[in-house]
């Protein structure tokens, strides 16, 4: 993330000689309510003389300050719920016509939410407060907090539209009126904050209660444009200080989002993703970019690939002409890892993807092409990484999904890449299985059962397993192939079988057989047990 999310302690270091205390929350709501609804009879009194609400709004963010230190004291959130006059005004203030209030609100609401990780017994007294905030329609509020700001393009439209006005009345109190249409302020760096902190209490919301997040904000078509259009306004290829850190943010929020089943169910969501995604990706797949840009490129990515997991995306995808984009960007090199991870969900399952990727994408020599890196790859240790290990599953599940998906002819053309040029393929292939056997043999010798370690055998443990399955297809299809894979035969059954058992007991958690767990078992059935002389 491109700014650091602002220390609760730090935000409220002037409460620590006086913390909030349950007499001193009372007297700060009771202040606050009505303060509050003096403000809201002088505001629809007089709406076009801000100077007679002016104080009140002082007031206001004055009290706002001194609330802000019950972020210090979760035990006192119930008492704030149960007072309706200050807990009202509270979620009603989201929406107040100053920003400098609502802004207050927002960033009160959001330090009170953030967990602490040395007071574990807050989580309970949080938790009950964002259950009472969201039945206050907390999500919807933010969300139309959040549309007051315009950004990119949008931004510098309202400035220009602003100047030209200015020019043309030349009159004091147009200037007045500008600077009360609050929906169409400029985003400078106090209002880009503004706006910073509304993105990141959704996150942290989405972090306590997912499904609602996702429910809410898919629903809500207005405010998944406000994320599109303004993450489409990336200017991907300038230096990054030009970038303003919240488009990026709208492209990180609906990565997020994407991740729940309810938004992967949506049936508008891919449409209206898949253009304005690709053409940023398109743009940048030469470029080399900052940390910070990387990480924008990869939400999009990750966007796509989340979308894929809904069969019915993967048509749309190959309507839309995109599959053949997202070649020409796994071409490009840079985000190699990441194209090949979408076009990997793409083929999944899909015999039409599978089939338009060889016979009219021509996908097969690009793809076989990263297949033959792993030669010049063989002596440099340092290029094993995590990352080289992701492309590397990416790689062959989309071979796989060639063989056990696509039509005679695309299985066919697949096969034959393994036997031109005299079984060279082959012999990488062997390279890539030997390769990832020392690996998990190593790790085997390493292991503490952390964190750290279980994750790297479980994406080793995948890539040999799919290497396995592989070779397997191989030795069942191609019969010139099957003494060169003889000797290696007990260990890739044996492999097969571990990874019989692992979707099995996946199988036995979802009640659901996958086709993998059926594709493993057909295999299986084919491959003699304990013999190397077939």
Known sequence: MSRKRKNVEENNKIFDEDRMTLPLLRKTLETFSKLYLENQIQRQDHPDNPRKFEKSEIDLLMCLQNLRGITLEPSLYTYLINHKTGFSGILEGISHESL??????????????????????????????????????????????????????????????????????????????????????????????MLYTGFNLIETIYEFRPEIVSKSLISNEKFLNYLISGFSQYQINVTESDVDANIG??????????????????????????????????????????????????????????????????????????????????????????????????????????????????????????????????????????RQCRLDRSLFSCILSLLFFGSKITQARTLAKFVERKYQKIDVLFLYFETYRLQIVSLEQQEDNSTEWNEKMVLIESIFYKIALLFAQIWIKIKSLKKRINKYLPIIRSTLEDYYQELEQENQQTKNKSVEFNLVQNILNTIPQNSTNN
């Open 100 to 193: 400098l209030i609502s802004s207050s609100i927002v960033s009160i609401i959001s330090e009170a939410l953030e967990e602490d990780p040395e007071n574990l017994s807050s989580e309970e007294h949080t938790k009950k407060l964002l259950d009472a905030l969201l039945k206050g329609s907390l999500i919807e509020r933010i969300c139309t907090y959040i549309q007051k700001f315009p950004i990119g393009e949008d931004n510098e439209k309202a400035t220009k539209e602003n100047e030209q006005e200015k020019e043309k009345e030349k009159e004091e109190e147009k200037e007045k009126e500008k600077e009360k249409s609050l929906s169409k302020i400029q985003v400078d760096e106090e209002n880009s904050e």
């Open 249 to 386: 943010y709208c492209a990180e929020l609906l990565a997020i989002i994407v991740q729940t089943p309810i938004a992967r169910e949506s049936p508008k969501l891919f449409q209206m993703v898949l253009k304005p995604c690709l053409n940023l990706l398109t743009m940048g797949k030469k470029t080399k970019h900052s940390p910070d840009q990387k990480e924008f490129m990869n939400n999009l990515f990750d966007i796509l690939s989340s979308l894929l997991l809904n069969e019915h995306n993967k048509d749309l995808l190959l309507s839309s002409g995109s599959l053949d984009s997202l070649i020409s960007i796994m071409k490009a090199g840079h985000y190699r890892s990441k194209a090949l991870s979408v076009i990997e969900m793409a083929l999944s399952n899909s015999h039409s993807s599978c089939d338009h990727f060889v016979n009219v994408s021509l996908g097969l020599g690009p793809l076989f092409h990263q297949f033959m890196k792993k030669k010049k790859m063989q002596e440099d240790e340092n290029k094993f990484s995590q």
